[in-house]
């Protein structure tokens, strides 16, 4: 397929400011930097600590297993070892060549079934063996598989023979691999990494200021196209990117804390409770923007004697794919559920800048019964300090793809009580990168105070 591919260096017509130029602005003489730190280790005086914390901390992993808690300390800190025992120059190999080389490995191999097939079983197969099965050159196979071992994701046993890890077998299940094809798009397209590659350039042409804009984000940049992110993958030229996007949402969030669970948030005393179940029109849970209804059935399977109507909305490319439940797809253009008990939206803000949420809630905030209908908003609240990697790398990716963010608590106060006139009454984490409930109202004339000054708020430390 044809795909129009911009030089960096092209003029944008798009209506982006007109950048200036970077290189002509005057810079402080650098200092000069001993070149030979290139060679040592990034921090070697850090290696004893971390070896100390990484033998407490992995008597604990493994002396309680389901404490996952623990295990991702360990983590943490065998993470830190590596980062500290690495040279810049190694840190910088790895990074730029192999574990790039190795995703291109591993999207081959998700494309091609090569996983699947090792991953069927835990016997060793021959490079022979699996190239039989998937029509691979055998020489070439072998050379991206024995890369692919280099970086531990398959173990080496014996010259051209291969055994799977459980991350190679679980390659084989579509709704974890189906990100590596959804990230280098179907054909010469480029996918998600096309956006990647084109960032740089694209926040010089921006001023290297804070992207805003959904009409001229960095996805329209470039694919020199006026579809936004999501416009893009639902096009039939870019299919099947709209399927994968959907199934890799649903598997971003699997084996994570889940809103339902019993220590997040408090579902039958916030919701259950109180909640007019004599009105059998009455809806109890307006998952909005909730793609093929993956949160409605983690509800349906904590509470299934739960009364009330349980609804799904999003856009027509989406719920198309859903084939059973109560279905709506004009949530952006209005709300026609009203008074709901919750009307509940996960990862649907951080989809928008801050000017195009505030349509959204306006439109969810004029459906709501006072006193009565609560807000949940299932999303990162990125602390000041110490913020989760898997919290942060979603906060570039947003504004890399759609022009937005991941907020912080001042920016969630500021967002829905400031400029969208909500009361925030509770704030429920779970820590470790995992999105919190932001448990909205609509404010009386008693609790109309900003959350940093009222003491409204049940939240542990973010």
């Given at each position: 397929m044809p795909v129009s591919v911009q030089s960096p260096t092209r003029a944008r017509t798009a209506g982006h400011r007109t950048r200036k130029s970077i290189s002509s602005v005057s810079a402080e003489p650098k200092a000069a930097v001993d070149q030979s730190i290139i060679h040592r280790p990034n921090d070697?005086?850090?290696?004893?600590?971390l070896l100390s914390a990484i033998l407490t901390q992995g008597i604990a992993a493994v002396s309680s297993p389901s404490d996952d808690a623990a295990r991702l300390d360990l983590l943490s800190s065998a993470?830190?070892?590596?980062?500290?025992?690495?040279?810049?120059r190694e840190t910088m190999i790895r990074q730029c060549w192999a574990d790039m080389a190795c995703f291109t490995a591993l999207s081959i191999g998700v494309d091609t079934g090569v996983w699947a097939y090792l991953g069927r079983d835990d016997g060793p197969k021959t490079v022979r063996e699996i190239a039989e099965h998937t029509g691979f050159e055998e020489a070439y196979l072998?050379?991206?598989?024995?890369?692919v071992a280099a970086m531990g994701h398959i173990i080496e046993v014996g010259k051209d023979e291969y055994r799977p890890t459980n991350f190679c077998k679980a390659l084989g299940i579509d709704r974890l691999g189906v990100a590596y094809p959804l990230f280098t798009g179907?054909?010469?397209?480029?996918?998600?990494?096309?956006?990647?590659?084109s960032f740089p350039s694209y926040l010089k042409s921006i001023n290297l200021t804070t992207p805003t804009s959904i009409t001229n984000s960095n996805t329209q940049f470039a694919f020199d196209t006026p579809k936004n992110f999501f416009?893009?993958?639902?096009?039939?030229a870019y299919a099947p990117m709209g399927a994968q996007f959907n199934t890799h949402m649903g598997s971003y969030a699997f084996g994570r804390p889940t809103w339902v669970d019993e220590d997040f948030y408090p579902v039958e005393e916030r919701l259950l409770e109180g909640f007019d179940a004599e009105d059998e029109t009455a809806a109890l849970l307006v998952?909005?923007?909730?793609?093929?209804?993956?949160?409605?059935q983690k509800f349906r399977d904590a509470f299934p004697e739960a009364k009330g109507r349980l609804v799904l909305q999003d856009l027509e490319p989406v719920v198309s794919q859903v084939k059973e439940g109560e279905l709506d797809e004009n949530f952006l253009t209005q709300q026609p559920v009203k008074g709901a008990r919750a009307y509940y939206m996960h990862s649907v803000l951080h989809d928008w800048p801050d000017k195009a949420c505030l349509p959204i809630l306006e439109k969810v905030k004029a459906t709501m019964k006072p006193g009565y209908s609560r807000?949940?908003?299932?999303?990162?609240?990125?602390?000041?300090?110490?913020?989760?990697?898997?919290?942060?790398?979603?906060?570039?990716?947003?504004?890399?793809?759609?022009?937005?963010?991941?907020?912080?608590?001042?920016?969630w106060t500021q967002l829905l009580e400031r400029d969208a006139g909500l009361k925030i009454t509770g704030i429920y984490p779970v820590g470790n990168g995992v999105e919190s409930i932001i448990e909205c109202e609509l404010p009386t004339e008693e609790s109309d105070v900003p959350a940093e000054e009222g003491e409204s708020l049940t939240e542990e430390s973010l």
């Open positions: 070697l005086s850090s290696v004893p600590s993470r830190a070892l590596v980062l500290a025992l690495e040279s810049p072998g050379r991206l598989l024995k890369h179907p054909g010469n397209t480029g996918g998600v990494l096309r956006c990647v590659a416009e893009l993958c639902h096009d039939p998952d909005i923007g909730g793609s093929i209804g993956h949160d409605l807000l949940l908003i299932n999303e990162n609240v990125i602390p000041d300090v110490g913020a989760n990697w898997e919290s942060t790398c979603l906060d570039v990716m947003m504004s890399c793809l759609v022009s937005s963010k991941e907020r912080t608590k001042a920016e």
